[in-house]
């Protein structure tokens, strides 16, 4: 996912929050991790628990995302 980078914090919460939701993650999930990305913290600032719940949503979007694209790209076959 590329945004610019001239949004504000509220803006990237929401880009982020509608690029989730929109490739399968729940709403709640996507809504938690979008709020970190948002956020744009280092790593070393966010708890195990939230780096956990943004690597599992983050693949989750990404494995959702590339089924789409070939789903896509089999249409066009």
């Known amino acids: 996912m590329q945004y610019p980078c001239s949004l504000s914090n509220e803006e990237k919460k929401i880009f982020f929050h509608t690029e989730l939701v929109r490739y399968g993650v729940k709403y709640d999930r996507a809504a938690t991790v979008a709020k970190i990305l948002a956020a744009e913290k ?23 995302y590339n089924r789409y694209k070939n789903i896509q790209q089999s249409a066009n076959l």
């Not at 280092?42 to 959702?64: A, G, H, I, R, S």
């Open 42 to 64: 280092p790593d070393e600032l966010l708890t195990e628990e939230e780096k956990q719940l943004v690597d599992e949503v983050c693949n989750e979007w990404l494995n959702n």
